[in-house]
């Protein structure tokens, strides 16, 4: 068997404390839970992260960055065209779908996030100043370049409100949405439907939204 560096460990920690802290929530999850599903000691715990609630933060930090690398970085440049931004949003919203919908690692980290949300408190708080805040506003500014409008007027961030929405309603409500259509998962030919879909609301929004 190959040695566990501690690298591994603590991505095996991180792997399990957004399982677990996603899914039973923070109180309810013991270091022994933690411990015991990455394979470890539970004072590699406090030696990787300080404690479990340091844990809990660095699993926040991991949400950020695993669906930044999944969704790539949308902030438009300078000199960015109407056209050059429309496709930088319809990529957006394909990285993102195809994420959401169909990435095995998306299911522990969107429960995550949704287990903060109702649980607000200090780790909601750097998810939204570290991760959520600056992506909305970083879509808000490629619909400005798109369209034309002011990139923090209440419209244009409602609409990247609903931009979002829609495609994460593909993993929360994923056991819906594969009953209703008969669909045994969401696989690439499933999300490719499902892109074609928002994409086609994402040109008529662009449309309703031009200046």
């Known amino acids: 068997m190959t040695p566990q560096t501690p690298q591994d460990t603590r991505s095996r920690l991180i ?12 109180e309810a999850t013991s270091t022994r839970d933690l411990a015991a599903m990455a394979d470890t000691n539970i004072a590699s715990i406090a030696y990787h992260f300080g404690s479990k609630a ?17 969704v790539g970085d949308p902030a438009p440049l300078p000199d ?11 990529a957006l919203v394909r990285a993102f779908v ?6 095995p690692a998306a299911e522990d980290l969107v429960a995550f996030m949704l287990r903060e949300l109702m649980e607000p408190g200090a780790v ?19 619909w400005a370049a798109a369209t034309g409008r002011p990139p923090e007027s209440d419209e244009i961030r409602l609409t990247a409100f609903s931009l979002i929405g829609q495609a994460a309603y593909f993993r929360i409500a994923r056991p819906f949405v594969t009953k209703r259509l ?9 999300a490719e439907a499902i892109i074609a879909v928002l994409t086609a609301n994402l040109h008529a929004m662009l449309e309703r939204s031009q200046k």
């Open 15 to 26: 792997r399990a404390g957004l399982n677990l802290f996603g899914h039973k929530g923070f």
């Open 54 to 70: 340091g844990l809990r933060t660095a699993c926040a930090a991991e949400v950020g960055a695993r669906v930044s690398q999944a």
């Open 80 to 90: 960015l065209t109407a056209p050059e931004a429309r496709t930088r949003l319809e």
């Open 98 to 103: 195809s994420f959401m919908a169909t990435s």
């Open 124 to 142: 909601s708080d750097q998810l939204y100043a570290e991760f959520f805040e600056p992506k909305h506003r970083q879509i808000c500014a490629l």
């Open 182 to 190: 008969g669909w045994a998962t969401i696989g690439p030919p499933e």
